[in-house]
Structure formats: C-alpha cells, structure tokens
Nanobody
C-alpha cells in the first residue's frame, strides 16, 4: 500500500523560507510523476509544482523563481524548497504521485485528486 507523508510545514513571516518533505513508502513505480498541490481556505486546490520520472520539473506561474521541487530517489522522498514566501502562499500543502506526466496534473488539480496517491497535507502559514 502506497503512503505519502508530508512534513516541514509551519508558520513563517513574509520573505522567509520553508522546506517541505514527502516520504513515500510502498511506492514501486519509477515512472510516476510526483508533485505538490495546495489549498487555501475557501479556495479550490491548485497545482504548485511537479517532477516527472525523467526529472522534468514544472511550476505554477505564481511560484516560479521562488519554489524548487526536487526528489531524492534513494530516500524515496520529494521536497519543495519555498523561498521568499508571501502571505498568499498560506495553504495546506499536499504531496501526490501518479501515472503520466506532471503537466496534466498541474493544469487539472481538481481532477487529479481522484488519480494516484495523496498525502494528508502539511499546513504552511505566512504572516505579513
């Protein structure tokens, strides 16, 4: 059974940094994409960043240049380095994995929730 467990969330001031981690267990497919999504209160879930099995990365326009997604294959762990955080980055952040390429999931974050595997989320709060 695949499990994704996020960690690293917390509260920071605007301009600060956080690094999220997602530990995957029972995860066997090397062809899966992995990604980060977020959902703020009263808003729809949105894609943040994805990384394909070949290492191709994609980002939402709102986080380009500030966030970096990476993966440690040996540790089966996904990361999201978040710099220059803004209050509008406040949300619950979710890790996901599934078949195919990340670009589709980034564009269809709501449909993506019914495909693949999802973690329980980690809260990120950015104060001004």
């Amino acid at each position: 059974q695949v499990q994704l467990v996020e960690s690293g969330g917390g509260s920071v001031q605007a301009g600060g940094s956080l690094r999220l981690s997602c530990a995957a267990s029972g995860y066997t497919s090397s062809s899966y994409y992995m990604g980060w999504f977020r959902q703020a209160p009263g808003k729809e879930r949105e894609g943040v960043a994805t990384i394909d099995s070949d290492g191709t990365t994609r980002y939402a326009d709102s986080v380009k240049g500030r966030f970096t997604i990476s993966k440690d294959k040996a540790k089966n762990t996904l990361y999201l380095q978040m710099n220059s955080l803004k209050p509008e980055d406040t949300a619950m952040y979710y890790c996901a994995a599934g078949p195919g390429e990340g670009w589709w999931y980034l564009l269809h974050p709501i449909a993506a929730t019914s495909i693949g595997y999802w973690g329980q989320g980690t809260q990120v709060t950015v104060s001004s």
